[in-house]
């Protein structure tokens, strides 16, 4: 397995950086027309992401019916939940063989989210990128730039996965996330130079660079809005930055002179988890049964559709 550890994301000279956890997000989405006046923007709590859903694990068929092919084509919850609720179930993870999301596309998810933990832990628990790695090694790469090959060849293959999906939608669904390193959570121009740089190497349209809503980064999202690049907005926690994030992705909009915007849009990722994580301790500590019912669903009511 290759050994890979405390790998940072995307900075051209940045040294090695300290992975991070996996996060759990709510993911908000801003959708503009391609009028440069008339911003559509969906501001619903639509909860995209499913997280610790293993690869292998199977979703509960609702109905079947018959596809194009004449083949049995079989539906989900993941499938109502679009269609009747409008909202795009994602998967928060990624690993290869990246074709393993095949099956969950069939099943309903529209879309990945990824992190430097997710990679860390793909990369180091896996054979999978033994091979490459050890080209990129013996041509002369050091580690953090084959840690990045690697992660951007994943990202390409799940963006083509997911390419069927992003043309139906046109361009309103089927993305793939790949986040800038954690080291730059405050540093405004080199969160700007690394999407710009995650952006050009990953090279597809339905790919989506991930910037954290910290107060340095703010305008870091604008400045990549304007250079006409999608974004996942992650690390909100509050209603109030979540308000600056839509300032900063209008403004972007504003500044970025294109005529067509209908390609630049943008998510705005909750972190519920971490508050559900918070104040479940608190009501196991009250432990009646009410409090306990209530653990994990303390967001929901904190930011309710």
Partial sequence: MASIFKLSTPSPAASLSEALRPRDSRFLSFNPSSNAINYKINLSASL?????????????????QTDGNGSPAKRTVLHDLYEKEGQSPWYDNLCRPVTDLLPLIASGVRG??????IFQKAISSSNAYNDQFRELVQAGKDIESAYWELVVKDIQ????????????????DGYVSVEVSPRLADDTEGTIEAAKWLHKVVDRPNVYIKIPATEAC??????VIANGISVNVTLIFSLARYEAVIDAYLDGLEASGLNDLSRVTSVASFFVSRVDTLIDKALEKIGTPEALNLRGKVTVYCFPN
Avoid at 48 to 64: A, M
Avoid at 157 to 172: H, M, N, S, V
Wanted: with cysteine.
């Fill in 112 to 117: 990945v989210t990824s992190n430097p933990a």
């Fill in 48 to 64: 995209r992401s499913i997280h610790s859903l293993p690869l292998k694990t199977s979703l509960r068929i609702k109905c079947s």
């Fill in 157 to 172: 293959d799940a963006c083509k996965l997911f390419e069927p999906i992003y043309d139906q939608t046109d361009g309103g």
């Fill in 218 to 223: 703010v305008p870091s999202i604008k400045e």
